[in-house]
């Protein structure tokens, strides 16, 4: 909110007019300096720069993590064990670095762990300015939440992103039964706190860390890791997928991934990011987004919601719209503020502004619900930059199916697997405009075909149960309790 608040005030100062493209270089240089003849080598020059200034500082943040990660390796992981149920009243204490306004996988199962009797503390940097506004997130009874100040979180901004003291700190200060580290850049103080306190540890990966991608803010792309940063993550995993009482992932292929490479010792666990489908049915209807936008009675809407930026490869839909009539395309999630402007700026030079609508976001509770105003929800990623994105399985896709809207996504693995299995949508070459538009043209022209996927929406639900799935992480941490 802050930051577009300076973006309207800069807008409402004639004085800096003239000044406002050297702003954008400096806000998004992928969009502006590619355009300079010589970009390649000033973005070259800076990156050396940046490297310089960070280099002198790089010892004071890799010796401590080496000493953590060999002292867990060598010595930690014979501690980590199982207390006896009454010991500590199953207390769980889970560790995040995500802003829990926008990751409700951690709120999912923080509120399916605390209905089945466990107690759960949240340990989270402040993701917002305002510690008020972090403080005030209320998950019901048996959760609470320990927002520590931000600084306590920009260790992932540096190499080797995996160490935070202050974390482990307040990790250390809870009287854990069990430690449940989300993501990889909270494995390391949730298994030295489990060992240093003899207490369980689950690592829950949202995503494959060593085959994801670096944002490279010079040219505002997404890149694989340089060798160094997935060298260390490599070593982080594999120490975890040894050392931990229990992993689990997203789902089946990064699963099977994992274990293969690092030659698991134990079956690693599959908790998919799927809402309570119950709930949609009874919910209220979302607003009169048609209405609210000037979309006519006619038009297709199709919509995409969720985090916006380069990785999410939007560009190819907007793309898309000029060759669909008949339809209008609905963008709304976190990065608004930064990316908004911009891809309204590109569907200008396309000329189907008319027709393209960028959003901000709702709360994670109203996601579902106001996706049921799009006649087809869009899903798509980075294709061709790693493991991690093409074997991606993510929660928008079960908020689409909790809505009951037909899925038009992306051509990958995992996705296609649900969309053919279940019969609920169509699946397009994600870097292709072309594709992407004749999706939207069969849905356009065929409504039989979006009355089909919309009734095949029941089977899925049923099938995909967002009950049964996060019951799959209660029995796990009942399983331990009785060991």
Same mark, same amino acid.
């Given at each position: %909110? ?46 050396l ?14 010796a401590?993590?080496l ?9 930690g ?8 149920a009454?010991d ?5 204490? %889970?560790l995040?670095q ?25 340990? +989270?940097?402040?993701? &917002? ?11 019901g ?5 320990r ?7 920009r ?26 580290a ?20 689950? +690592? ?7 085959e ?22 490599q070593? %982080? ?6 050392s ?11 699963? =099977? ?6 030659? &698991? ?12 489908m119950?709930?949609?049915?009874? &919910?209220? &209807? ?12 006619g038009?297709?809407?199709? %919509? ?15 793309q ?13 999630g976190?990065?608004?503020? =930064? ?18 609508? +960028? ?13 049921r ?19 991606a ?36 070459e994600?870097? =292709? ?19 089909r996927?919309?009734a095949?929406m029941?089977?899925a ?23």
């Amino acid at each position: %909110m802050a930051l577009a608040q300076v973006k309207e005030w800069v807008k409402s100062q004639s004085w800096i007019q003239p000044a406002r493209p050297f702003l954008r270089v400096l806000a998004h240089p992928r969009y502006y300096l590619r355009r300079l003849r010589y970009a390649r080598p000033v973005l070259y020059i800076l990156r050396l720069a940046e490297s310089a200034v960070q280099l002198p500082t790089l010892p004071i943040s890799v010796a401590p993590f080496l000493w953590h990660y060999y002292w867990l390796k060598w010595v930690g992981a014979k501690r980590i064990r199982v207390p006896a149920a009454a010991d500590r009243g199953r207390h769980i204490v %889970m560790l995040v670095q995500s802003n829990l306004h926008v990751d409700p996988r951690v709120q999912r199962e923080a509120k399916a762990l605390a209905t089945a009797g466990f107690r759960v503390t949240v340990i +989270c940097p402040a993701w &917002s300015p305002d510690q008020t506004a972090c403080e005030r997130i209320d998950w019901g009874d048996g959760v609470r939440f320990r927002i520590l100040p931000a600084r306590a979180g920009r260790f992932v901004l540096r190499f080797p992103h995996l160490f935070g003291r202050a974390i482990l700190r307040a990790a250390l200060a809870e009287d854990a039964w069990a430690y449940h580290a989300h993501d990889l850049d909270m494995a390391l103080m949730a298994l030295l706190a489990a060992a240093r306190k003899q207490a369980a540890c689950v +690592c829950d990966w949202h995503e494959w860390y060593s085959e994801n991608v670096s944002y490279d803010p010079w040219t505002g792309q997404y890149r694989p890791h340089h060798f160094f940063k997935r060298r260390i993550y490599q070593m %982080m995993e594999r120490c975890a997928v040894h050392s931990a009482t229990a992993v689990v992932t997203v789902c089946q292929s990064i699963a =099977d991934g994992l274990a293969t490479r690092y030659q &698991s010792p134990k079956p690693i666990g599959i908790v998919r990011n799927i809402p309570e489908m119950e709930q949609v049915v009874a &919910s209220a &209807s979302p607003q009169n987004l048609r209405k609210r936008l000037g979309i006519a009675p006619g038009q297709r809407i199709f %919509m995409y919601q969720g985090g916006l930026g380069p990785s999410r490869n939007l560009e190819p839909v907007i793309q898309a719209m000029r060759y669909v009539r008949g339809a209008a395309l609905v963008i709304r999630g976190p990065g608004y503020e =930064d990316y908004g402007e911009i891809y309204l700026e590109l569907a200008k030079s396309l000329k189907v502004a008319d027709r393209v609508f +960028c959003l901000p976001p709702v709360p994670s509770t109203r996601v579902v619900v106001e996706a049921r105003a799009a006649d087809a929800g869009i899903w798509t990623l980075l294709a061709n930059v790693g493991l991690n994105f093409k074997l991606a399985l993510p929660n928008k896709v079960f908020e689409y199916i909790a809505a009951g809207v037909p899925l038009l996504v992306a051509n990958l693995p995992e996705v296609r697997r649900l969309v053919d299995e279940f019969e609920i949508g169509l699946c397009f070459e994600p870097d =292709d405009p072309r594709s992407i538009a004749a999706c939207m043209n069969r849905f356009i022209a065929d409504p039989g075909l979006l009355e089909r996927c919309r009734a095949n929406m029941h089977r899925a639900q049923q099938e995909l149960s967002g009950g049964k799935e996060w019951q799959k992480l209660v029995e796990l941490y009942r399983t331990l309790g009785e060991r």
